[in-house]
């Protein structure tokens, strides 16, 4: 991860650390010993940062436990005792995107409206197209004729095909079309997007199931990866969707985006532990190199490093 982006994650992260880090040193603030007060207020942070229930029960036993065994604990010992349990859960090295025996590696990508999901394609096809790999998009979210334009304005932005049919054509049709364009043309990716509307709308989720099946017919294997975009600042409700899509289509990674306007950036320790779907993406702005890889370790430090 480039020096740049880690500056721009840690800054994007200014206010999870607030609500974590910031918090944790107000709670240990003159108090000379851990007693179960200082426990109740420390797991009450660790919850409003959205690390979720699960995350902040182990942290507090693991605190409880080392002061049971005569350990002080004091606001910097509470946040190496943290870094440790997330470590834990999150795991030390990035999850990397499936990369199939025999291209193409096909992706599906789906969510909500209004998450970046069609933005997020766009840039994931950029970093691939930028290494060198070439790409062919499925404009498989065939409701909306905005959802087309903006994923071909991609396309030639990356210099990636584009497979599309007209407004309101069968979605599973696009994604077969462009699944035998990807392997006929020698394509390393073939990304799918899908349509995006409330994940309790059960169309949606069969159209989805739909579009699966039609590629898994032509490839067993595939879809090699389901990405599930999500809205840092949604918190909670993440987990919600992430449940609901993860029951219809199997999901295998998340991609978390503007997770630099929220104060809810612990979601990625929630999600990871409560679903065990690994974060793959972040991203932090706007411009096309705003989405990375998520590395653990430059997450923890961002959301608990105040200096």
């Known amino acids: 991860m480039s020096p740049s982006f880690i500056s721009a994650l840690r800054s994007g992260l200014g206010k999870t650390r607030d609500a974590l880090a910031g918090k944790i040193e107000s709670?240990?603030?003159?108090?000379?010993?851990?007693?179960?007060?200082?426990?109740d207020e420390l797991e009450a942070v660790l919850i409003q940062a959205d690390l979720g229930i699960a995350a902040a029960e182990s942290i507090i036993d693991?605190?409880?436990?080392?002061?049971?065994?005569?350990y002080k604990l004091n606001a910097r010992g509470a946040m190496?005792?943290?870094?440790?349990?997330?470590?834990?859960?999150?795991?030390?090295?990035?999850?990397?995107?499936?990369?199939?025996?025999?291209?193409?590696?096909?992706?599906?990508?789906?969510?909500?409206?209004?998450?970046?999901?069609?933005?997020?394609?766009?840039?994931?096809?950029?970093?691939?197209?930028?290494?060198?790999d070439h790409v062919i998009l499925a404009a498989a979210d065939t409701f909306r004729a905005a959802a087309i334009d903006q994923l071909e304005a991609w396309g030639r932005r990356t210099e990636c095909t584009v497979v599309r049919h007209q407004e309101g054509a069968d979605p599973a049709a696009v994604a077969f079309d462009a699944y035998q364009a990807a392997r006929a043309r020698g394509a390393d990716y073939l990304i799918v997007d899908t349509a995006g509307r409330l994940h309790t709308k059960s169309n949606l989720m069969e159209e989805l199931k739909k579009i699966t099946r039609v590629v898994s017919r032509e490839c067993p294997s595939a879809p090699h990866e389901v990405l599930l975009v999500v809205d840092a600042t949604t918190g909670q409700n993440a987990?919600?969707?992430?449940?609901?899509?993860?029951?219809?289509?199997?999901?295998?990674?998340?991609?978390?985006?503007?997770?630099?306007?929220?104060?809810?950036?612990?979601?990625?320790?929630?999600?990871?532990?409560?679903?065990?779907?690994?974060?793959?993406?972040?991203?932090?702005?706007?411009?096309?190199?705003?989405?990375?890889?998520?590395?653990?370790?430059?997450?923890?430090?961002?959301?608990?490093?105040?200096?």
Do not use: Y
């Open 239 to 307: 987990i919600v969707q992430a449940k609901v899509f993860n029951e219809a289509v199997g999901v295998t990674g998340i991609v978390l985006t503007k997770l630099d306007g929220t104060a809810r950036g612990g979601i990625v320790v929630a999600i990871t532990q409560e679903l065990g779907i690994p974060v793959k993406f972040v991203g932090i702005g706007e411009s096309v190199d705003d989405l990375r890889p998520f590395n653990p370790d430059e997450f923890i430090q961002g959301i608990l490093r105040t200096e």
């Open 27 to 39: 709670v240990f603030r003159g108090r000379p010993i851990l007693d179960e007060e200082t426990l």
């Open 62 to 70: 693991s605190a409880r436990n080392r002061a049971a065994r005569g």
């Open 80 to 132: 190496a005792l943290i870094e440790q349990e997330l470590s834990a859960i999150l795991g030390a090295q990035p999850s990397a995107l499936a990369c199939a025996t025999t291209p193409p590696t096909v992706i599906v990508v789906v969510g909500v409206n209004g998450t970046g999901k069609t933005t997020s394609i766009g840039k994931i096809a950029a970093m691939l197209a930028a290494r060198g």
